[in-house]
């Protein structure tokens, strides 16, 4: 049952995700990404890691998208803008270059042994866990994304904030 | 652990044939009497004018830019949160920190007259 | 997972969208007519079925067989999408509600919940924040101005209550120091000196202050409803979905998100399920002890607690169509101050005070 609600879910993730790069309506490729981005939280769900699962659907759906939705809306590409198909020999060369790209994945994945299969224990990928690693272990990583947030804030208002 | 999300499954599954059904459905239940005027789009009844296709203002991506930082901070916050009791008067200091940086940039933005809507 | 379960699975699911569509859908739309009636001195609904109970009906029946017009210019895709997405936000975030307490059945212990998630309140949050999905995209779909405008004001408004919403939660999380609904309702049950429920809103009324103001924001409603300001919009980024059921699908999405918000409010700041003092297992040996048997007994304590639940519930309903009727229209540009510069900063304060005072104690 597991198993095969992987096999489920990473199919539909792969499949969303070819149909982001395909579709020629930016919007429209947009909302495949949110349905990638869903199969992807199935798959953390599966995972044990609920808390991360959670997250990704609140920050990447819930916040990145939109903003990407926005942005989308914002530059309004008309088709001339978006350009002519890309010529067929560049496509060719697109999916050779990522079959070899793929080859190179897989021969790295190949060096980790498989593992057995870990029990976790009911406490696992909960906030309570992660808090615990996160505000002990891992502070300094911690307190600095508060200083990679900081830089994006001030990005963000430079950029689009007109200058008087 | 998995028996846990089972329903959520389910239920995704449901909704989404209700959703699709029903607008479906409906699509096809009513009668087809269409005329040029009644696939125009409403313009207060006059000849819709120009694109609505136009680019909008950048405070809109401004907004959602601020919106994504501040949703991250909350997300730091939520594991924080069920803890605190344990972690103490650390776990207060620590989160006083995170806070202090964050509202330089809050305090920054605001100056910046980002904020402002016009 | 043994097929007893899985049918009890099912069976909660359909009791939920019941729930959804009757008490959330049917009951919700009635009743805000007729207060609303009430408040401006008219009638309200009075011709269909006895006192206007079946209006709902005959309502949903006239957008089934109306004309489903799609407008030459609108993305024809996303304008059969975007209400899709409505409906099932609306629906989907029902799934970690509890209404009741665990309660044993023939050995197996029950709730009439349809998943008891250890991440329960993120998960609402995550479902809620399709919603800004569902307003934008209907807004560029319908490939209007009015409804354009509407849908980007109104996701603009979303995501920045979606902020002040989430930081507000974070000092009941302090508290009762769990995600899981039920864990939250269950930290409110001691009596503080004796006679005072340690609800949310009493050890932390600001953030109620700001949750509740939020979840108006989020669900649209006055005095937040700037995105179909009728006056200025004509019906914001339903303006295209003039007819047929995808006009009746943001309708009663609109009824459930109120529902749900109102669960969520009655969970985390006024004890849930919970009569102050009375412990579920007090309820269910008062019952026995009148004679009950023990599934009897705890049959009449689910009944009992569904309905403290819902009666609890039917108040912040009520709440949201008396607000409608008592308090002005916010502008945007109002709106956006307060939601950035007024409940931001004072929903951090909230989190730091509330962490000084959990210190100092």
Not at chain 2, 38 to 52: A, F, H, M, Q, R
């Amino acid at each position: 049952m597991e198993t095969m609600l992987f096999y489920f879910f990473a199919f539909v993730a792969v499949a969303t995700a070819l149909l982001v790069i395909t579709r020629r309506n930016p919007i429209h490729s947009a909302l495949w990404l949110v349905l990638c981005f869903f199969s992807l939280a199935a798959v953390y769900v599966l995972l044990s890691a609920h808390f991360i699962a959670i997250i990704q659907i609140m920050v990447y759906v819930g916040a990145i998208m939109v903003l990407v939705l926005f942005v989308i809306m914002l530059l309004n590409l008309s088709e001339k803008e978006l350009g002519d198909a890309k010529p067929t020999v560049l496509k060719f060369c697109g999916v050779i270059l990522s079959g070899i790209f793929m080859v190179l994945l897989a021969d790295g994945v190949k060096v980790l042994a498989p593992q057995a299969a870990v029990s976790v224990d009911e406490k696992f990928g909960t906030a309570e866990m992660l808090g615990r690693l996160l505000f002990t272990d891992y502070l300094l990583p911690f307190e600095i994304a508060s200083l990679l947030l900081l830089t994006a804030m001030i990005g963000a208002v430079v950029l689009a904030k007109k200058r008087r | 652990m998995l028996n846990e999300y089972l329903p959520i499954l389910i239920l995704f599954i449901i909704n989404i044939a209700f959703a699709v059904g029903i607008i479906i459905f409906s699509h096809f239940l009513g009668p087809r009497k269409s005329s040029a005027e009644k696939l125009s789009p409403y313009e207060s009844g006059v000849p819709p004018v120009g694109d609505t296709r136009i680019r909008f203002s950048v405070k809109f991506y401004l907004i959602a830019m601020l919106f994504i930082v501040f949703d991250i901070e909350v997300v730091f916050m939520y594991p924080w949160a069920v803890i605190f009791k344990k972690l103490g008067l650390f776990g207060f200091v620590e989160m006083f920190v995170f806070i202090g940086i964050l509202l330089i940039g809050y305090v920054y933005v605001w100056k910046k007259g980002a904020l402002k809507w016009e | 997972m043994d097929w007893i379960g899985l049918g009890i699975i099912v069976a909660k699911i359909v009791f939920f969208l019941l729930v959804g569509f009757t008490a959330a859908g049917y009951v919700m739309n009635l009743a805000e007519r007729k207060i609303s009636a009430f408040m401006q001195d008219r009638l309200g609904p009075n011709r269909v079925g006895f006192w206007g109970l079946l209006q709902p009906v005959a309502d949903i029946i006239k957008l089934f067989f109306k004309e489903d017009v799609v407008t030459d210019r609108a993305s024809k895709v996303i304008y059969f999408v975007a209400p899709m997405i409505i409906a099932f936000t609306a629906l989907s975030a029902l799934a970690v509600i509890p209404l009741t307490d665990v309660l044993t059945f023939f050995g197996r212990g029950m709730a009439i919940q349809i998943a008891n998630l250890n991440v329960g309140i993120l998960f609402i949050f995550a479902i809620a924040s399709l919603g800004t999905y569902g307003a934008v995209l209907s807004g560029w779909a319908g490939n209007s101005k009015y409804s354009f405008l509407g849908g980007l004001r109104s996701s603009a408004q979303m995501i920045s209550y979606e902020v002040s919403m989430g930081l507000s939660i974070i000092g009941i999380l302090m508290i009762f120091e769990s995600l899981r609904l039920n864990d939250i309702i269950l930290g409110q049950s001691p009596l503080l000196w004796g006679f005072l429920p340690k609800w949310g809103i009493v050890v932390q009324p600001l953030a109620f202050i700001i949750f509740l103001t939020a979840a108006f924001a989020e669900t649209n409603r006055v005095p937040f409803d700037l995105q179909e300001a009728d006056a200025e919009l004509v019906a914001g980024f339903h303006t295209e979905f003039s007819n047929s059921m995808k006009f009746g699908m943001f309708f009663m999405a609109e009824y459930i998100n109120m529902f749900t918000s109102s669960a969520v409010i009655v969970i985390l700041f006024f004890g849930g399920w919970q009569i102050p003092g009375i412990s579920t297992a007090e309820i269910v040996s008062f019952f026995i002890s009148l004679g009950a048997s023990e599934f009897f007994a705890s049959l009449f304590t689910i009944l009992l607690q569904l309905g403290v639940t819902f009666a609890k519930i039917a108040f912040f309903m009520f709440l949201f169509v008396w607000v409608r009727w008592t308090i002005p229209r916010f502008r945007y540009d109002q709106l956006m101050n307060l939601g950035w510069k007024g409940l931001l900063p004072l929903a951090i304060l909230n989190i730091l005070a509330t962490g000084l005072v959990m210190v100092i104690i």
